[in-house]
């Protein structure tokens, strides 16, 4: 499975983005995928991550009521909208997919990783 992040980029603490994980070269619809993100001189870290079918989600407790995981099997791509975006969400976000279908919060429940997408929020 190849992963494709995108969407994001420089914003005011206040503002909005929404990334964009595409996937390619297998389905991911039977498995968990997840944002993560990793700042520098911190390890990396589950932000969001999302069940197989949408059964469920996950969202670490710094980001609970500001960002929103989906997921679009059919267009076999994550998205995460991020709202009232605060300098201390300023990272590098990584989406993953996992090795099962649910929701797993260590790296090493992930076997396929994106490139990696830079958000910095200005304050």
């Known amino acids: 499975v190849q992963l494709q992040a995108s969407g994001g980029g420089l914003v005011q603490a206040g503002g909005s983005l929404r990334l964009s994980c595409a996937a390619s070269g297998r389905t991911a619809g039977d498995y968990a995928m997840g944002w993560f993100r990793q700042a520098p001189g911190k390890e990396r870290e589950l932000v969001a991550g999302?069940?197989?079918?949408?059964?469920?989600?996950y969202y670490a407790d710094s980001v609970k009521g500001r960002f929103t995981v989906s997921r679009d099997n059919a267009k076999n791509t994550l998205y995460l909208r991020m709202n009232s975006l605060k300098p201390e969400d300023t990272a590098v976000y990584y989406c993953?997919?996992?090795?099962?279908?649910?929701?797993?919060?260590?790296?090493?429940?992930?076997?396929?990783w994106g490139q990696g997408t830079l958000v910095t929020v200005s304050s």
């Open positions: 999302i069940a197989w079918a949408s059964a469920n989600t």
């Open positions: 993953a997919v996992g090795r099962t279908g649910w929701v797993g919060r260590a790296v090493s429940e992930y076997d396929y």
